[in-house]
């Protein structure tokens, strides 16, 4: 494509609402560039190919009682996309998804493989959020932290109460987040706390009923108060 001049896009999930990766001539998937390459239990570091999706590094990483310390809700974008577009999650102490890779693989404009270790240098920064300007990013390397599980916590709280008291609870756990509904006094705050991981107590099947409990029932009750 370099020698042709061609214009060449590369694209994830396809998650983003924005058109950042509509191809003008031609378009690169690294739908199956997926799954770990290395891991390094000493240094607890994770090298994983670009298109590998999110919802598969978790379970990949508890084999080995590592983990990302922090991600977003979502969780069905690939690494190399939700790193290249400022993806992040919740907690006044954690930082984004790209702040936890340490180095990076990427295929640039003249089809050369680059590799970059976290630095200081400008072009270590501009890989924090670098929407495929500077190539393809084929693979990453994670700085993964010691496996540990959230316990989750979901409330309908009152507007004024909790507006008023944000900083508090921000500081008092991991993650806090708000949804509110317009015209409403009420709103629905999720918190999150750090806790031992523990085996898997109730069977998948249960758990599944719980998950579709939680997002439907309880949501669409919501909607009536």
């Known amino acids: 494509m370099y020698e042709k001049k061609g214009v060449v896009r590369s694209v994830g999930a396809a998650h983003s609402f924005s058109p950042v990766a509509k191809p003008e001539q031609h378009l690169v998937s ?26 598969e590094v978790g379970p990949i990483l508890a084999r080995y009682n590592l983990a990302l310390e922090n991600m977003g809700d979502i969780a ?19 930082t984004s998804l790209s702040n936890q890779v340490v180095k990076w693989g990427f295929i640039d404009g003249q089809g050369k493989l680059q590799e970059v270790t976290r630095s200081s240098d ?5 890989l924090h959020l670098s929407l495929g300007l500077l190539g393809v990013i084929v693979y990453v390397t994670f700085q993964a932290v ?10 309908h709280v009152d507007v004024a109460d909790t507006l008023k008291n944000a900083h508090l609870i ?42 579709i409990y939680r997002k439907y029932i309880i949501s669409s009750a919501l909607y009536d108060l």
């Open 146 to 155: 010691p496996l540990y599980a959230l316990q989750y916590v979901s409330r």
């Open 76 to 94: 069905e974008q690939t690494i190399a996309g939700a790193i290249s577009t400022g993806t992040h999650g919740t907690g006044l102490k954690l």
């Open 30 to 55: 690294l739908h199956h560039m997926r799954g770990l390459l290395d891991v390094d239990a000493v240094t607890q570091q994770a090298t994983f190919w670009g298109g590998t999706y999110l919802h």
């Open 122 to 126: 400008a072009l270590s920064q501009s």
């Open 170 to 211: 921000t500081q008092a756990h991991r993650h806090a987040e708000w949804f509110y509904f317009l015209g409403q006094m009420k709103m629905q705050l999720k918190t999150m706390r750090q806790v031992e991981p523990s085996n898997q107590s109730k069977p998948y099947i249960q758990h599944q009923i719980d998950q």
